[in-house]
């Protein structure tokens, strides 16, 4: 029985072969290198400019990237690591695993200042409210207003335990609430539907008409007109302003690969990397792209405050938030 | 000597679990058990609404699954076999998929709320309970089914010369067969629904549905705090062992009454009457529609063939090899708990197989993961780790099928090996394995649609080369492809269902 189980699975994945020329490991998310991601185009595109062959190593996302970083330690296989937050980049840079990018930062095009030595962005989004045009005519103009808003109304969150708008979304109501941020989520807690483990359920659910209304990215919109030609899900603007999610890469220090790794993070901030992100990443790129973004990404909601706590704050404070969060909406 | 094997089955568990948790507490140790006692609050309301979902779920699926499985055995229907089958798919599915199988029907938007035009809300505890009975129901049933079938045929014939009521029956026959798997099938359900994440988080409203297995899931994830989670897993460990020795005090086990295993033999089976038909019509309505719901939102979609068979190739392979392996952990295993003298015996085969289920697999690839970490994670390591693990989650399904048709049919026949002078290796060939032939194929269908619908083990070691039917249905999800993941998802319960139909005529075949 074992014999062509054997067989089968060497069918199934005989495609590596063994090569000569130097290889860059980059540590990356799943849907980033699935075959409709950004990731394929990219390994192609780099490959005839560096002479190298890049191998991406799939992990499910930024947060298990790190922890498979912190268990390896040294003895890590990555030379690159691409597709951690800022709100874990106090985290990584604690694994002292981290070198300098020597990027000029001066190239991104992001609606903040970017400082950070080690990690260099390569890409942005908004979180925002997505809802579903056919069931909510006036949908919340604030944070406030979805707070404050009709309690029939709901809408479905993201676990901040578990998942990265999840907290993307603790954080925006911390930066708009401050120390009221638990009266706010207790009053919330009534229009609160589901809060799933992941950005998948929640948007599964929202997509089967569940609720009206999900915790997703102003970019959302944009893949439904696009890939399905529907103007049906909006992003709500709210007025306050939005969180921001910048997701960056960091290349090892120690790697025996590492200028090799400066230069795919010299790429990755060229024209040639940034063309993939918006229609396959469905995010904002982080610099400049070879032609102008698609007419579609114009329509979308452009926040007019951009909220975004530094990685050490989150680091210190994320465990003390996110009781917070527990206390407010458990009782 | 035929305890030798199982023995070693045991270690070979029982090591496996040591290499999980023990690395994760090593690492915990390292860091001087920074988290200090995980006895908070918090944990105490955790705790609370992780056994009272848990007891609820299993009480529900349980209770409900006595009477559907008498009620499918005494009777004859056209698409009969078709129902018995179809109750093996619910398993076959990953959390995330049966979710939105189960909203399609019982949702705010779903089809009974529209049906109804009365608003519906299964976000909390409902949701949960609904998810589990979904899930734990159907297994029930097959597994008090297959008891039922063990039964020989003599008493069924002597209830007929007899002119036993239908009643009679049940309380003289029928009941003491159920009960013969009643507390294996509970236990394993509550600690099924113990180790729940997915479809509890998802439906339970909010972060008051909470369980051991979230806690632990975010103290080893989103904090990175080994020493935290090491603990609470050793709070689950304790917890549920007690738990489960405490429900083997309670196993009953079924004397005499031998059978070759063949279907209802002495039995004639009626026509249902309107009870039964209203008991069967509304498990298979519960259990159909969502699977329908499934089917339909999969078929107008745009399928994904090629994925789709790379993906189905990889998950038929991990299938395959963890069918294989839980099998000959637990043929051993069945076969010592069978002839093993004292209640701890049994019992600690008991907990040794349900072991898998209690110690939570993000601990166990945690472990396994520092220990591989020297060698890189290689595709071919990926595979191993992934089967491996798939084989510690079906084997607690395999050892429930096969302990206790072992106790069944292996005891009767040693009197008769015995002075035949048949022994050993023999003996397992020419006269255990073909009468057990029926529960063999029935643990492997089981087996099969367990590591057929991990998306656990998967995605804490999969990788880009290693995509099974499940992670491929995640990643569309997760890139907005809710359509394709649809198309996938029904991809998987055909190639489920077929396997499983396969299996059993195989069973069937003597």
Not at chain 1, 27 to 40: K, L
Not at chain 1, 233 to 250: P, R
Not at chain 2, 399 to 404: D, K, Q, V
Not at chain 2, 418 to 431: E, P, Q, Y
Request: aromatic letters at 10%; one cysteine or more.
């Amino acid at each position: 029985m074992k014999k062509p189980a054997a067989i089968l699975y060497a069918l199934v994945t005989s495609a590596v072969a063994a090569q000569a020329a130097p290889t860059l490991t980059v540590y990356t998310y799943e849907s980033f290198v699935a075959e409709w991601g950004p990731g394929p185009k990219i390994k192609e595109k780099f490959e005839k400019t560096c002479g190298c062959t890049v191998q991406w190593v799939a992990i499910a996302d930024g947060v298990a990237m790190l922890n498979r970083l912190k268990l390896e330690g040294a003895a890590t296989q990555a030379d690159v690591v691409l597709g951690l937050d800022t709100n874990l980049t106090a985290e990584a840079k604690e694994t002292g695993l981290f070198g300098a990018h020597h990027q000029d930062a001066s190239q991104l095009s992001l609606p903040i200042a970017w400082t950070d030595a080690d990690f260099l962005p390569f890409d942005y989004g908004h979180f925002a409210v997505v809802y579903d045009t056919e069931k909510m005519t006036a949908p919340p103009k604030s944070l406030d207003d979805l707070v404050n808003g009709d309690q029939n109304q709901k809408v479905i969150l993201e676990d901040p335990r578990s998942s990265t708008p999840g907290l993307g979304f603790l954080l925006w109501m911390k930066s708009v609430y401050g120390d009221k941020a638990g009266e706010a989520w207790h009053k919330l807690k009534g229009r609160i539907l589901a809060t799933t483990p992941g950005w998948s359920e929640a948007y599964g659910l929202f997509t089967k008409g569940e609720a009206p209304m999900v915790l997703s990215y102003t970019t959302s919109p944009a893949y439904h007109i696009v890939a399905e030609n529907t103007q049906r899900y909006k992003a709500a603007s709210f007025n306050e302003g939005h969180y921001l999610q910048v997701e960056v890469a960091g290349l090892i220090d120690k790697s025996p690969e590492r200028a090799l790794a400066e230069q795919f993070m010299a790429f990755m901030i060229s024209p040639a990397f940034q063309d993939e992100i918006p229609t396959s990443n469905w995010m904002f790129p982080a610099a400049k792209t070879s032609a102008p973004l698609p007419e579609t990404f114009n329509t979308l909601v452009k926040p007019g405050k951009t909220f975004l706590y530094s990685p050490e704050e989150v680091a210190k404070n994320r465990r003390s938030w996110i009781d917070e969060w527990l206390n407010a909406v458990s009782q | 000597m035929t305890r030798l094997p199982a023995i070693f089955a045991l270690a070979v568990i029982v090591v496996a679990i040591g290499l999980g948790i023990g690395p994760v507490i090593g690492i915990g140790l390292g860091q001087g058990m920074a988290g200090a006692s995980p006895f908070d609050g918090y944990l105490w309301q955790v705790l609370r609404f992780t056994l009272l979902q848990a007891g609820l779920s299993t009480l529900l699926s349980v209770g409900f699954a006595i009477p559907v499985s008498w009620a499918l055995f005494r009777t004859t229907f056209p698409g009969r076999n078709l129902v018995i089958q179809l109750f093996a798919l619910p398993m076959a599915l990953p959390a995330i998929v049966a979710v939105l199988g189960i909203v399609a029907i019982f949702g705010r938007a779903g089809l009974l709320a529209k049906a109804s035009g009365v608003p519906i809300d299964i976000y909390g505890l409902g949701g949960i309970l609904i998810a589990h009975v979904f899930f734990n129901l159907p297994f029930a049933v097959r597994l008090f089914m297959q008891r039922l079938d063990g039964v020989a045929p003599e008493p069924w014939r002597l209830a007929t010369q007899l002119g036993f009521s239908t009643g009679d029956r049940f309380r003289l026959i029928g009941w003491p067969a159920i009960r013969s798997g009643l507390t294996g099938a509970a236990s394993l359900i509550f600690l099924l629904c113990t180790a729940s994440f997915a479809a509890v988080l998802t439906l339970g409203g909010g972060p008051r549905a909470t369980t051991l297995e979230v806690a632990i899931y975010q103290a080893l994830r989103f904090d990175f705090d080994p020493a935290r989670a090491g603990a609470l897993a050793l709070v689950q460990l304790v917890l549920c062992a007690v738990l489960v020795a405490l429900a083997g005090q309670y196993a009953l086990q079924m004397h005499g009454g031998a059978s070759l295993a063949s279907r209802r033999y002495g039995f004639t089976p009626a026509s249902p009457g309107l009870a039964d038909t209203l008991l069967i019509g509304t498990a298979t309505l519960f259990v159909a529609a969502p699977l329908l719901a499934i089917v339909l939102s999969g078929i107008s979609a745009s399928f994904a063939w090629s994925a789709i068979a790379r993906a189905s190739l990889t998950s038929a392979a991990i299938a395959i090899a963890s069918v294989v392996m839980s099998i000959a952990l637990a043929l051993p295993m069945a076969f010592a708990m069978a002839r093993a003298q004292s209640r701890a015996g049994q019992t600690s085969f008991a907990l040794a197989g349900v072991l898998s289920l209690i110690v939570p697999p993000a601990v166990l690839a945690t472990g396994w993961f520092v220990l591989v970490a020297g060698f890189g994670l290689s595709r071919w390591l990926a595979f191993l780790l992934v089967a491996a693990m798939n084989t510690l989650m079906a084997l607690p399904f395999a050892l429930g099928a096969l302990a206790p048709a072992a106790r069944q049919v292996l005891l009767p026949h040693d009197r008769l090996c015995a002075s035949l002078g048949l022994g050993g290796l023999h003996r397992l060939w020419r006269i255990d394995l073909p009468l057990l032939r029926k529960p063999l194929f029935f643990a492997a269908g089981i087996c099969f649609a367990v590591s057929l619908g991990d998306l656990t083990a998967i995605s804490l070691f999969g990788s880009q080369d290693l995509v099974t039917l499940p992670s491929l249905i995640y990643a569309q999800m997760g890139s907005y492809r809710i359509d394709s993941a649809a198309a996938t998802a029904l991809v998987l319960m055909v190639l489920s269902i077929s396997v499983i139909i396969l299996a059993e005529r195989q069973g069937r075949q003597s």
